[in-house]
């Protein structure tokens, strides 16, 4: 069978890979980044970025991981090549599955040995349809995913699919293969209904949420207009006076690290390995190949704002 290439889903609206980001569970972006994605794609934007040999690589191991994991869970059918997104029922979300299995009646029980995992119970019974999501991960395997690794993907793809149960499946380190059943999540669908809400009226309204880092921060505010000045809010002076501080403690922390560093590298001397009690410390020689005389190319002039903020006293 041949799997469908390329994004089948609107860029402009909340989808299943972008829910763990909702919740603050995103693993390469925030939620912010997401949402000014979204904006900027309802503009006419192209927000896609060229699929990396990884994720092809992902790609192509799906249809035989999914048959694998239908041999052995015993589904009644599986459908491998989903060419069509499913939309919320009532929702604006919508996603695009790698898989869907069927079962009737189907109680599944832990099988470490089958590397089946039910997740939150000692028994879940599989009927009707469910998503099947696929990763594979470079990750050491564990017993039960963090929700960014395919987790609260599947749980809003139930949603999407109203199903009483989906299926996980992970290819960890290429050779360990473990399945992790999830069964219906009324809570977890609850708190979704109200963020994937509030997601798409920002995107509509264009309502950049309160910047908690200061990429968020960049991203709702990426310009500055010359020589203006703004006088700032009652009590933006107790921030500057709590950031110069911490700076200043940074500072003082880092001194005081470079320092014992220095006694240790002292004790070592030429030795590139120290041992002392349960510590093993390395201190190796760094080897930096030849490089070519390189010519950089030229590059017009642009301006963005700077990421980071300078602070003084003022006169």
């Known amino acids: ?10 860029d402009d609206m909340a989808t299943h890979s972008l829910v763990p980001y909702l919740f603050d569970e995103g693993h390469f972006k925030t939620k912010q980044e997401v949402l000014d994605q979204c904006i900027r794609a309802k503009h006419g934007e192209n927000v896609r970025s060229p699929q990396t040999l990884r994720q092809r690589t992902g790609d192509v191991l799906e249809n035989p991981l999914i ?18 997104k499913v939309v919320h029922p009532f ?10 299995g069927y079962a009737d009646n189907l109680l599944i029980k832990p099988d470490v040995e089958n590397g089946i995992y039910t997740i939150g119970s000692s028994e879940i019974l599989l009927n009707g349809r469910m998503p099947i999501e696929v990763k594979c991960s470079s990750q050491f395997p564990t017993d039960e995913p963090p929700n960014w690794l395919g987790v609260m993907q599947l749980k809003a793809a139930m949603s999407t699919l109203q199903a009483e149960a989906g299926i996980l499946v992970i290819l960890w380190q290429s050779t360990d293969l473990r399945i992790y059943i999830y069964q219906k999540d009324y809570d977890f669908e609850e708190q979704l209904t109200e963020k994937v809400i509030d997601f798409d009226r920002r995107i509509k309204e264009e309502e950049y949420f309160t910047p908690q880092i200061t990429r968020d921060a960049y991203v709702k505010h990426p310009e500055a207009i ?7 809010p009652e009590g933006t002076d107790t921030y500057i006076n709590q950031l110069l501080t911490t700076k200043d403690m940074i500072k003082k922390l880092q001194a005081t690290a470079d320092a014992l560093q220095a006694q240790i590298m002292d004790q070592m001397g030429n030795a590139s390995e120290g041992r002392i009690g349960e510590h093993v410390v390395h201190w190796k020689m760094r080897n930096f190949k ?4 390189k010519i950089v190319p030229a590059k017009d002039a642009y301006e963005i704002r700077s990421k980071t903020l300078t602070i003084k006293k003022g006169k």
């Open 1 to 10: 069978m041949t799997k469908v290439i390329g994004k089948i889903t609107n």
């Open 67 to 84: 048959i694998e994991v239908a041999k052995r869970l015993g589904l009644s059918d599986v459908q491998v090549e989903v060419t069509e």
């Open 91 to 100: 929702l604006p979300l919508e996603g695009s599955l790698d898989g869907i």
């Open 226 to 232: 010359p020589d203006e000045v703004k006088i700032l």
């Open 290 to 293: 030849a490089q070519a005389e």
